[in-house]
């Protein structure tokens, strides 16, 4: 095989890989922030979680709503106390994500 015949064989095969595998784009939307109080780290850490993931959804659809994809994801948690005692209140935030 020639050199030029060689180079368009080249060619002809890496267009068709690029145009046969497109590659998919993250996209994000705006950070997204929701607010859960609990009686322990745990069960306020996945409620505020479990929240996110629901606004998400009704914002974004169903492919915005996985927290694992989510861009800057981050939980935070803090002692709050209320008349009905001392809970923890956690914030979970980040930009839903799908790709």
Not at 12 to 28: D, F, G, H, Q, R
Not at 48 to 57: D, E, G, M
Not at 62 to 89: E, R, Y
């Amino acid at each position: 095989m020639t050199g030029g015949k060689l180079a368009t064989v080249i060619f002809m095969v890496a267009a068709s890989v690029a145009i046969s595998s497109p590659a998919t784009a993250k996209t994000c939307k705006g950070t997204l922030t929701e607010k859960k109080i609990a009686p322990n780290d745990a069960s306020a850490t996945k409620a505020a979680i479990t929240a996110w993931s629901s606004s998400a959804k009704r914002k974004y659809g169903a492919k915005f709503a996985n927290w694992s994809k989510a861009d800057g994801s981050k939980v935070t948690c803090k002692v709050h106390t209320l008349k009905i005692g001392v809970k923890l209140l956690c914030i979970a935030s980040g930009k839903p994500c799908s790709d």
